[in-house]
């Protein structure tokens, strides 16, 4: 699955209940806020940047692209 979000969006809240990696495509900055609607630290990427999250249970969140160009990367869910 792939995602590309404009400067200023953000991709809908959503759910991840396997481990899972991305890629990074272009560099950019990214945010993500809590299901609770608090926010995470703004991570800052640069392009081939592999990132892998490992989930516990389930983890619900929404990403912002808090960067001035487009944000594009690769998800791989791992099941």
Do not use: T
């Not at 081939?48 to 999250?53: H, L, P, Q, S, Y």
Request: proline residues 1%.
């Amino acid at each position: 699955m792939g995602l590309v979000l404009a400067a200023g969006r953000k991709h809908r809240l959503h759910r991840h209940e396997s481990d899972y990696l991305y890629v990074v495509i272009g560099d950019g900055a990214l945010q993500g806020k809590n299901a609770d609607g608090s926010d995470r630290l703004v991570q800052h990427m640069s392009d081939g940047e592999v990132r892998f999250r490992e989930i516990e249970g389930q983890e619900i969140h929404e990403a912002v692209n808090v960067g001035n160009r487009p944000w594009r990367n690769v998800i791989v869910e791992l099941k």
